[in-house]
């Protein structure tokens, strides 16, 4: 497998103009994961998914943020309006999540600037 | 709820030298502990854990880490570094309870100067 691919790898984009990142995981993965890196506030669970549901969202930091998982080997995250504080990685992880199977495999993150 | 603190945010430490670095975890159900690491512009890559049995768990890279219950900690350590251990490292915990969610801490920079 190719494990967890996100894309794109690089986004510049501006300020209130819609973005959308994209996640792969790795099949038969039952649960994905998405997490923002910066400087200031370290890596920072936003939102995770068990068999397509969103579980907890309560990482979200405001209503622009968005996420989806049509299917098993899809989730989206979009920001809508986007701003410049929203410049950070953006990490997919997915895992297994049954039994003693709980590691966390990460992609290898989006990079947004928002200018 | 489960926490992770990693209580020191930068380690700089000579290359050959040993190292620890500290993990502390809070949580009120069985957990399965983590450590990862990131290098520059990569993504987090494990580097061992804990899930029962042996509470002494070796991983790569010569690292391993010891699972203290009545400290509630998670510390890892390596004997002797080297500069290409220099590297972002994250402690995580993963709850067996209803919230079924992995949790990291802050991290802790490892910089191993020559």
């Known amino acids: 497998d190719a494990g967890v691919i996100q894309s794109p790898r690089h986004e510049v984009t501006e300020m209130g103009q819609e973005v959308t990142l994209r996640c792969k995981p790795i099949s038969g993965h039952n649960s994905l994961f998405w997490y923002r890196q910066t400087m200031m506030r370290g890596l920072e669970l936003l939102i995770y998914f068990n068999n397509n549901v969103p579980i907890d969202d309560s990482g979200m930091p405001e209503d622009r943020f968005s996420a989806k998982m049509p299917n098993a080997s899809f989730s989206t995250l979009k920001i809508q309006p986007s701003e410049p504080r929203d410049s950070a990685v953006y990490f997919c992880a997915s895992s297994m999540n049954r039994g003693l199977n709980t590691e966390a495999f990460f992609g290898q993150g989006t990079r947004l600037t928002v200018v | 709820a489960q926490s992770v603190t990693q209580l020191d945010s930068q380690v700089p430490v000579f290359e050959e030298a040993p190292v620890e670095l500290r993990c502390n975890y809070s949580s009120s159900v069985s957990v399965y502990l983590f450590w990862y690491v990131q290098y520059p512009n990569q993504g987090l890559q494990l580097l061992l854990k804990y899930l029962s049995g042996s509470t002494l768990v070796k991983g790569i890279n010569g690292f391993e880490a010891e699972f203290n219950k009545s400290q509630t900690s998670f510390h890892l350590r390596k004997p002797s570094v080297h500069i290409s251990d220099t590297a972002e490292y994250f402690c995580?915990?993963?709850?067996?309870?209803?919230?079924?969610?992995?949790?990291f801490g802050s991290g802790t920079q490892l910089t191993v100067l020559p």
């Open positions: 995580a915990v993963f709850s067996s309870g209803s919230a079924r969610q992995l949790t």
